[in-house]
């Protein structure tokens, strides 16, 4: 079972549970620490895996306008080249 699946799973206990109190503060209570093993959640599961993915496409990115730069600069070398030709040859 995957770890997102797992917190689906524990959510869902969690809600049962929520069902079965009465008592508002109660309630307030148990939110605050379903929203503190969210954070926690996103902070040591989605996070990091969000930042890889992330760090592979920017270097794929990188990469790419490289080669864009480098296309650019010989398209331009060879403008030049032939600007040079055709001034030499009048």
């Known amino acids: 079972m ?3 699946e797992e917190f689906g799973r524990r959510i869902d206990e969690e809600v049962a ?3 079965r109190i009465h008592n508002f503060e109660d309630i307030g209570k148990r939110v605050d620490e379903e929203v503190t093993r969210l954070k926690a959640f996103v902070q040591e599961d989605i996070t990091p895996e969000t930042e ?3 760090t592979q496409f920017l270097r ?4 790419k306008l490289t080669e ?7 398209r331009n070398a060879a403008r030049n080249s032939q600007k040079a030709e055709k001034s030499s040859k009048s």
């Not at 794929?60 to 990469?63: D, P």
């Not at 864009?68 to 010989?74: D, F, I, R, T, V």
Request: hydrophobic share 40%.
């Open 2 to 4: 995957s770890r997102l």
């Open 17 to 19: 549970k929520l069902k």
């Open 60 to 63: 794929e990115v990188s990469e």
């Open 68 to 74: 864009a730069a480098s296309w650019l600069e010989q």
């Open 52 to 54: 890889k993915r992330m």
